[in-house]
C-alpha cells in the first residue's frame, strides 16, 4: 500500500536531466542497433539452419510466464542500462518457444515458414514504419499494393480497369469486409437507417465446411443464426450445387432474402474446392454476390498444374487470398479482391473529414483507407512484393505444386497401410486420415485420434492438427514445408502406429482391471 506521498509519482514532469536525456539517446543510437542486429540476425541464422525434425515444445504457461518476467528489468526510475544478454535471452526464448514452422516436424497448421528475404523486409518496415491505408503515410506500400494487385489478378482474369484489391489484418477480416460490401450492394438503406427496415431478414448462404470467420463474420453484421442458409455438402465437402437450389427456394419461402453466397477455394478442413463454375450460375440466378474464401486455396491460382480446381473464380464477385498461407509470407498478410471497385468502396460509405479528402488528388487516389477496416494497417505487402520482384512467381508455383505433390505422395503412402484410413483424396496440400484398426465404433475411434494427437504433440517430434469429419475426429496433415521427403512421412506413420497400439493397449489393460475389480 501506498504510505507516503513522495511515493507517487508527481503529475508533473521532472526537467529533463543529462541523465535521462543520455537513456533516451541511447536507446535510439543506430550504433547499438547495428550491433543487436548482428547478434538477432546470427541468431535466426541458425535457427533457420536447424534442419532437425522437430515438433512443439509445449510449455506450462506459468513457467513460459516465470520465466519471461524473469526478463524484464526492475528498473523503473531510470531508462535501464542497454544489457546484451537480455535481448539474447528474449530473442531465444521467442523463437525456442514457437511452433518450429521450418523444421520437417511441422505439419500441423496453415501458416507456414517464410522466405527469410520477407523476413527481413518486415523488419525494414518496422524499422521505417509507414502504416499504408494512406498514401502520405506509405508511399511505397500503396504503389506495391497496386503492382501486387496487378500481378495476381492476371490469375483471376477480371478486367484491369474494374477491379480493385484491399489488404486486410487477416482472411477473417477480409470475410467480414466482402460479406459488408455485399450486404451494403444489396440493403443501401441499412447503412443509413439501421437494420430496422429491411423488406426481410438478409441471409447468406454457404457451406456447411464454411470457416467459421464466416458466420462470425455474419454475427457482427447482425445476420443471426438463423439468417444463415447452410447448403449441403458431399462426403469431401464441397457444396452440391444440385442441392443447393431447393434449399436456397426453402429459405426464401421462408421469408429471409439471401444476399450472398460464400464458397469455399480450399475448406480449412479437408482443403476441398467448391464448383465454382456450377455456384457463379446459381448466385447469377437468385441474385447473389458470390464470395470466394481463398484464404487457403487462392494461391492454387499460381500453379499451372493445380489453377483447374479455382475454375469459374472469373465470376466470382470477390475472393480472400491469405499470402501468409500458400505464399508463405509473414503473417498476417491477406488480400481482399474486388471484380468491380465501386463494391469495393460500397463496404464503407462514411466521409471523415480529417481523413478523407473531398477532392481526391493524383496522391489521395493511391489511399486505400476508405475501402479498408484499419485505419493504421501494417504495410503487409511488402514482404510479399520484394519477394515476387526478387525471385519472381516461379518460387511460389514451384513450392505449391512440391507441396500438393508430397500430399499425394502422403495419401499413396497412407492409403496403403491396412490399419490407416484416408478420409479423401487430398486436392491441395491438406490431408487427413486416421489410425483405425478392424473393428472400431465411431466414438471409440474419435477418442483414439484425440489422444494420438496430443501424444504426437507431447512427443516433440512431429506437430500435426485434427479436424472433426462428420463427427469423428481426424488426424489432419498440412504440408507446408518444401523439405517434407517421403522419409518423413514414412517415420510420421511409424510412430502415429506406434502410439494408437499402445492407447489401445493401455485402454485395454484399463478394462481389464476395471472388470477384476482391482481398479481402486
Ligand atoms: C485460414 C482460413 C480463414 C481465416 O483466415 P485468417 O487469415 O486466419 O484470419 C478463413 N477461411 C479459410 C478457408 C481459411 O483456411
Redesign the pocket.
Known sequence: MTSSLSDVQSPFPEPTTDEAMSGLTAAFDPGRFHDDAMDIVNRLTAYLGDRSVRGLDLIDPAVLLKAARGLMTPERQHVADFDPDRVNQIVNLYAETGIPVHSPGYMGR?FSGVVPLAGLIDLVSSVVNQPSSFYEAGQLPNVAERLMADELNRFIGWDRDRFAMVTTS??????LTALLAARNRAFPQIWTRGAGDTPGPPAIAISED??Y??TRAAGVLGIGERQIIRLPADRTGRIRPDLAEPVLEEARERGLRPFCLVA?A???SMGAFDPLEELADLARRHELWLHV?????ASLLLSDRHRDKLRGIEHADSL?W?A??MLFMP??C?LLFYRDKTAAHGAFKQRASYVFDEEPDIYSAYDSADKNFECTKRPMIMPLWTVWSVYGQALFAQKIDRLCEMTRQAHRMISAEPDFAVAHEPESNILCFRYLPDGMDPAAAHRLQLEIRNRIRGGGRFFISKVDIHGVAALRVVVMNHLIEADHLAMLIAEIRDIGQQVLRESATARHDQRNGSHS
Open positions: 496453415q487477416g482472411g477473417s477480416l477480409a470475410n464454411a470457416h470467420s464466416v469455399s480450399g475448406t480449412t474464401d481463398g484464404a487457403h486455396g480472400t491469405d501468409h498461407k503473417a498476417p491477406t
